[in-house]
């Protein structure tokens, strides 16, 4: 893995998407970075850590990065949500708050067990299987999914074509083995044992995760809290980045507000 270390203050490890790197949040860096310590991280696979093969197994990467960085409030966007809120779960002496951005304990929707908030069941898999007849053509068709339904759609995916490739195109290895997560992960049944508080961030226009799946899965979390943004669509920091700041500014202020003298 790579992480960079922006800004002074209280610590924040963010975690991006599938595909991304640490790089998109420049958006949160230009907003916090004069009051916390941003630790932006590339996953294996990704941006500057391409050449890591290291499998994204949630728990021994959260693990790792507990260590590199302990005491921080994790943030995780998309995909990158599965790894904060593994670390969350199991190492709450570690992690001070978790953040979610458009990042849901179950991406895929399960009519059966009444979760409506998801994709439908074979979008991760045919992207896959995308992937193998047109790499670029298909990240490109997955940064206009991303920016879709954004009152901002046209300037946000013109950030993402500009910085998503900026560190190079992410290995394949780590977009099938990501793909792999998007579609299996399921946390629902491990919330209620969430230990650490929690905001979960959303835009209501989100066509990847539906507004519905983040406020339902804060009310499966003890101590957490749900923000819907109007206007944004899967990436809120880059449509509404003022707001996003704010909130994620709210929170860490009261979570070091909860920490003994």
Not at 73 to 87: H, Y
Not at 138 to 160: I, M, P, V, Y
Not at 171 to 179: C, S, V, W
Not at 223 to 243: K, Q
Request: charged share 20%; net charge negative.
């Amino acid at each position: 893995m790579f992480i960079e270390t922006r800004g002074h203050g209280p610590a924040l490890a963010l975690i991006h998407g599938w595909a991304m790197h640490g790089g998109l949040f420049a958006p949160l860096v230009e907003r916090l970075a004069d009051r916390y310590t941003l630790h932006l991280v590339d996953l294996p696979g990704h941006g500057h850590a391409r050449e890591d093969a290291t499998a994204l197994q949630p728990e021994v990467l959260a693990a790792t990065l507990v260590a590199r960085l302990p005491d921080a409030v994790w943030l995780g966007w998309s995909l990158g949500g599965q790894f904060a809120l593994r670390a969350a779960l199991d190492h709450p002496d570690r992690v001070r708050g978790l953040v979610m951005v458009a990042a849901s304990p179950r991406f895929v929707r399960d009519d059966a067990d009444g979760w409506p908030h998801g994709v439908s069941t074979g979008l991760f898999g045919d992207f896959g299987d995308a992937l193998q007849r047109d790499f670029r053509g298909t990240l490109e068709g997955f940064l206009a999914l991303e920016a879709l339904g954004s009152a901002s759609a046209q300037d946000e995916l013109r950030k993402l074509r500009s910085q998503a490739f900026e560190r190079g195109e992410p290995a394949p290895h780590a977009l099938q083995e990501g793909l792999q997560l998007l579609d299996a992960l399921d946390l629902r049944a491990e919330l209620p044992s969430l230990q650490v508080p929690s905001l979960w961030l959303s835009g209501r226009r989100d066509r990847l995760v539906p507004a519905g799946a983040m406020p339902a899965a804060a009310a499966l979390a003890p101590d957490a809290r749900s923000v819907v943004i109007a206007n944004a669509g899967h990436a809120p920091f880059l449509g509404a980045a003022d707001e996003v700041a704010a909130e994620i500014d709210a929170f860490m202020r009261a979570v070091d507000a909860r920490q003994p003298a």
